[in-house]
Every structure is written in structure tokens, then in C-alpha cells.
């Protein structure tokens, strides 16, 4: 169960053409985007988007998917607990 205050969730999807499992997961986010209008995403491509790779602390191993939460929410999920950032 999520529960999101106030907000609405951003996904941040990083990969990169060289990735297999990022070009098997583009289709399913088009589904997952579509069924779910609410849901943001925005897209980095590994090669091309340094600064967001540093910022976020993306790694090598793609594909990475990251919940973005606006400051002073808190998204709960079962995995995962996010909450204020200072």
C-alpha cells in the first residue's frame, strides 16, 4: 500500500541504449504510464544526462527507477519508506 499526502509521485527512470534490460523495460513503462495517468515519469539517458546521473547516484547497473517526493512528504510503501530530506 502507498500513500502519498498532498503530492504527486515522480518517477525518475534512468538507462541507456546499451542496456538490455532498460530496452525491455521501455514498453512496460508505456503501459505502466498509461494505466496510471497520475503517475509522472521522466526519463535520463545515462550517457547524455551527467548531472542528474551525479545528483541522484546512479551507478552502472541500469535500469534504475527513483521515487521523487516533493520536500516535507512522505510516500510509505512497503519496501520503502521516504520522508523528509534536509
Known sequence: ????????MKILKFG???CAGCLVMKPRWREIEAENP???TRYFEYDDSKEMVDKWHVGKNLPVFSPK???NYVFQHPAFVFGKRD
Open 16 to 18: 541507456a541504449v546499451w
Open 1 to 8: 500500500m502507498a500513500i502519498c499526502y498532498n503530492t504527486r
Open 69 to 71: 517526493v516533493q520536500k
Open 38 to 40: 497520475w503517475l509522472e
